[in-house]
Nanobody, 121 residues
Framework: QVQLVESGGGLVQPGGSLRLSCVASGFTLDYYAIGWFRQAPGKEREGVSC????????YYADSVKGRFTISRDNAKGMAYLQMNSLKPEDTAVYYCARRNPCDYDPYILTWGQGTQVTVSS
């Protein structure tokens, strides 16, 4: 069964950090790009970051550039999103996704179930 499961969300104060993890099962991770997306209450889901199959190319939304870092470990079947200098506007449900190559408009093959990130004092 093809599946993505996120973890690592939680409540953090502004300026704090969280590291999200995404574990893949049922498919070979290194065949696919992995994207992180988020959806805040009342807003559309938006792309946050993407990493190509090998991990040597990464892409970031302007709103998170310089604060978030995406990475992957194909041998472990894992992808990660390190989030630093968090702001209240980063509050959202974060999803990892198996997708088409990063340099194309996103076409999602598999969504994770999401993990809640809340940035608040």
């Amino acid at each position: 069964q093809v599946q993505l499961v996120e973890s690592g969300g939680g409540l953090v104060q502004p300026g704090g950090s969280l590291r999200l993890s995404c574990v893949a099962s049922g498919f070979t991770l290194d065949y696919y790009a992995i994207g992180w997306f988020r959806q805040a209450p009342g807003k559309e889901r938006e792309g946050v970051s993407c990493i190509n199959r090998s991990g040597n190319s990464t892409y970031y939304a302007d709103s998170v550039k310089g604060r978030f870092t995406i990475s992957r470990d194909n041998a472990k079947g894992m992808a990660y999103l390190q989030m630093n200098s968090l702001k209240p506007e980063d509050t959202a449900v974060y999803y990892c996704a198996r997708r088409n190559p990063c340099d194309y408009d996103p076409y999602i093959l598999t969504w994770g179930q999401g993990t809640q990130v809340t940035v608040s004092s």
